[in-house]
């Protein structure tokens, strides 16, 4: 069983920027591959940002080149740093994982945390 709680969501003006946390439970979570997704109201929850157990990372062509995806394995932590955000970024973001070691679409997530929001208006 993996838990996963995210944090650092909110509102920002467009070109601003935020950074995502996720902190996963247990010591294996070194060894997961892991990902933030995101759904906009009326939409699909799509793959954002990815990273594999052995940090190879890949992202949503709408996002390459403003955002970031990192891991600290002494904090269990996984990042997203977001910059020149747009209002189209609006979303609640979620961290998940299918449970191994790779990056997967969302419909293979087997473990979701509850989500943080992100606005981006002025």
């Known amino acids: 069983q993996v838990q996963l709680v995210e944090s650092g969501g909110g509102l920002v003006q467009p070109g601003g920027s935020l950074r995502l946390s996720c902190v996963a439970s247990?010591?294996?979570?070194?060894?997961?591959?892991m990902g933030w997704y995101r759904q906009a109201p009326g939409q699909q929850r799509e793959l954002v940002a990815g990273?594999?157990?052995?940090?190879?990372?890949n992202y949503a062509d709408s996002v390459k080149g403003r955002f970031t995806i990192s891991r600290d394995n002494d904090k269990n932590t996984v990042y997203l740093q977001m910059n020149s955000l747009k209002p189209e970024d609006t979303a609640v973001y979620y961290c998940?994982?299918?449970?191994?070691?790779?990056?997967?679409?969302?419909?293979?997530?087997?473990?979701w945390g509850k989500g943080t929001q992100v606005t981006v208006s002025s």
């Open positions: 998940g994982t299918a449970g191994g070691s790779y990056i997967t679409g969302s419909r293979s997530v087997r473990y």
């Open positions: 247990g010591s294996i979570s070194r060894l997961l591959g």
């Open positions: 990273i594999t157990s052995g940090s190879s990372t």
